[in-house]
Every structure is written in C-alpha cells, then in structure tokens.
C-alpha cells in the first residue's frame, strides 16, 4: 500500500472498494489495522479510506514536536483526501480519531458529508477534568519518553491494545507517540457541537465507561443525530463487535442515502 509525501512527511493509507467515499481515523496507538473488521463489510459499496496518523504505524514519526499540532493533523488528511481526488467523504475515528473527525469537520465543513464518532469525546468543558487528564496524558508521554514502547506496553496506559495487536504496537515510534499525544491530547478545549449540521452517528461500548458521557453528551448537543450503544463492547467496539458495530454503520449510510 502506497505512501504519499505531506506537509513534508509521509503518511500510509490504504484503499478498499468504489464509491461514496469514508475516511476513517484510528485511535491514540492504534493503526489502520485496527479497522480490518470493517474493510470487507464496508468496501462493499464505499470507497473506504484508512491512514495511519503522523506518528504512528507506517506514516513517518518527525522528532520534533512542532511537526505536530491540530493544524498540521488536519491538513494531513485534508491533503490525502484532495490527493486523492476526494471533494466529499464520510468522516470517522475512534477515540482520538473520533475527535480529529470533529476537529476536522470544523475546518472542512465543505468536504464532510457525515460524521460517524465512535468511542470519543468533544473535549473539555470543565477546567478542572481537562486539567486532570492533561497530567495523566503528560504521564504516559514520561513512559514513553523514557522506557519506549516496552514500558508503555507493560504500564497501566497500555489500555490501548484493545484495538492494537502486541506485534504491531512494539514496533510503534515511541517519539512520535509521544509527540503526537502532548500536542493533541493535552489541552482539549470543547469543540462547538452546535455548529455541526450533517447527518451523524455516535458509537460507544456498552462497557465504555469513561465514553458513555461524553457520548450521550455529543448525541443530546448534535441535532439529529443517532446514537448507537454496542452490547458487550469496550473502547474497542469496532472489534469487540463488528457485526452489530458494522450493522449500526450500514444502517446508519442507508437511512441517511450516504
């Protein structure tokens, strides 16, 4: 799968299928691997694209953290999808993909057709909660930073496997990983829900604890929105359980003619 030189760095992408085109965004150490139970179901009748963050999995890793901002991100996948001749596409993300989907649908109003978050937040109203999270974000930098991706794996942060195989997640860049979470993952100020306006899905695990308010939150502030809650799933409920995850997106696509 091809690679393609943005804002100076190179980001991997892959593509499956023909059609209305959906862009989806992995999660906080996670890969475009972590999508394998959607590729075969949705590249069926879309045009479904995958790409690993700057910083992560097969994209570059730039050491220097000012190659890394909310900016920068957004124009990555804004210049992917223009390279790729995409004008319009459905766009997702889990978890920290969840909230670059907003982030982007923000700056790019223009090119999103639908939004479907799955597992995420909109960030913080309250200072103190962001403030809380900020340090427990700067901790898991420290681990990185320091031990690498075998500390991280081995830490109480390493949470995140549930949608990242223990092979691919050794292999992560431990800087890029870092970099990535001190410049997105700190800081997180509300993004204003109420200027959403297209058709959108939000997902979350039935046992997401920590997604399930700000879930309910983003479907009660986003009008005409659905909300879809996935028995028997985690933070992970596009792998958890695909089939009824994948149902609620078709569903979803179909009710809306996306």
């Known amino acids: 799968m091809p690679r393609t030189l943005i804002n100076g760095t190179h980001l991997y992408y892959e593509e499956h299928g ?5 862009i989806l965004t992995h ?26 963050l700057r910083g992560h999995g097969q994209s570059d890793a730039p050491s220097d953290l000012a190659q ?47 939004l479907i978050l799955m597992d995420t937040g909109p960030g913080f ?3 103190e909660s962001r403030a809380a999270w900020d340090r427990e974000r700067l901790r898991v930098s420290a681990v990185l930073e320091k031990g690498g991706m075998v500390a991280f794996m081995v830490s109480p ?3 995140n496997d549930y949608y990242t195989s223990p092979d691919i997640m050794v292999s992560l860049n431990p800087v890029g990983l870092s970099n990535i979470n ?3 993952q ?4 509300m993004v204003p829900l109420e200027k959403v306006t297209v058709p959108t899905l939000v997902i979350v695990g039935q046992n997401d604890t920590a997604a399930i308010a700000p879930a309910n939150y983003m479907h009660r502030k986003i009008q005409g929105s659905r909300m879809a809650v996935v028995p028997g799933a985690g933070h992970g409920s596009n792998m958890d359980q695909p089939e009824i995850f994948n ?12």
């Open 18 to 22: 023909s059609g209305t085109p959906i």
């Open 27 to 52: 999660g906080f150490a996670g890969t475009t691997r972590m999508w394998d139970p959607q590729i075969p179901v949705l590249s069926q009748g879309y045009r479904l694209i995958l790409h690993d």
């Open 68 to 114: 890394y901002s909310w900016d920068i991100v957004i124009e990555d996948i804004y210049q992917l999808l223009r390279n790729l001749g995409v004008r319009q596409a459905i766009v997702g993300g889990l978890s920290l993909g969840g909230l670059v989907s907003l982030h982007f649908y923000i700056r790019h109003p223009e090119m999103t057709k639908a």
């Open 125 to 127: 109203r309250n200072p």
């Open 157 to 159: 942060y390493s949470e």
């Open 182 to 184: 001190r410049a997105l």
């Open 186 to 189: 700190t800081n997180q100020e």
């Open 247 to 258: 149902r609620a997106i078709l569903d979803f696509l179909k009710d809306h003619n996306l």
